[in-house]
């Protein structure tokens, strides 16, 4: 297969496993973005060519928070386990080399982890939030690629990732706004204006995260996280733009619905 057919069925696969563990939710899905957590948080710290004594601390953290995510902590005992582990994790890697990596490893991996998870819950509103969320980022990206790649024009970022051109990021744009303002409509939203503005805002977050990305890579001066995934490269290449808008699709929601639920105040209870 060439590289676009082998994207292709990776990117199949990866889907149609997450929608099942999106649909069973609860501890399965809990323990999908655990395992992506662990995989991302690895990923950061092999790019950084850290060694073990570097990233352990990180890495027992960012176990504590996946035990008090499966155990159903509330979120803000989260979010002081989180902040703790990152403090102490930096503390540890400034003074044995002043170094930040694994700390901003935990940071990455610890937020997407805990924000999917309070997301999507135990009850409808939860996979309601989720599926929107997918619709937005796969739209984005999968239109942002094809239109970039038909119509060119100028770099949207060339210093950081010189593929991407502004007819991709508008193209994905409206992309995402239509699929979310799709996904809401068929999940009964109250809102499509406001569907359709949050989706403007995940779709320019995502290709945000994309972006963020590609600069952590060229930072240590590597085209791939990891090769992990036949013609994507690593879990972060794939999930780049997924962390950024579902930590963003968290904070609407906390702000809307609370910490604990922040579904319910997307989607209602």
Not at 53 to 80: T, Y
Not at 250 to 264: K, N, R, T, W
């Amino acid at each position: 297969m060439n590289n676009l057919q082998m994207r292709a069925v990776s990117a199949f696969v990866l889907a149609a496993v997450a929608l099942w563990l999106t649909w069973l939710g609860g501890a399965p899905f809990r323990l999908l973005v655990l395992l992506g957590a662990a995989l991302v948080y690895y990923e950061w710290v092999s790019m950084a060519r850290l060694r073990i004594h570097r990233w352990a601390i990180g890495g027992l953290a960012l176990a504590v928070v996946a035990v008090m995510l499966v155990a159903g902590f509330p979120a803000s005992a989260l979010a002081v386990a989180l902040l703790a582990g990152i403090g102490v994790t930096l503390a540890a890697g400034w003074g044995l080399g002043r170094d930040m990596s694994a700390a901003a490893a935990l940071a990455y991996a610890g937020l997407a982890a805990a924000s999917l998870a309070l997301l999507r819950g135990d009850d409808g509103a939860g996979l309601k939030a989720i599926l929107f969320l997918f619709a937005v980022v796969w739209a984005t990206d999968i239109v942002a690629y094809f239109t970039g790649k038909t119509f060119g024009g100028p770099k949207l970022a060339p210093s950081i990732s010189p593929g991407k051109t502004w007819s991709g990021a508008i193209g994905g744009t409206v992309a995402g706004v239509v699929a979310g303002v799709a996904a809401a409509a068929a999940a009964g939203s109250g809102s499509i204006g406001i569907a359709a503005v949050t989706a403007l805002v995940l779709a320019i977050v995502a290709q945000a995260g994309d972006l963020f990305e590609s600069a952590v890579k060229r930072r240590f001066g590597v085209k791939d996280s990891s090769r992990i995934i036949p013609g994507h490269g690593g879990l972060m290449d794939r999930v780049d733009g997924l962390v950024a808008a579902g930590f963003a699709l968290f904070l609407i929601g906390a702000a809307l619905g609370g910490m604990d639920q922040p579904s319910h105040g997307l989607f209602g209870p």
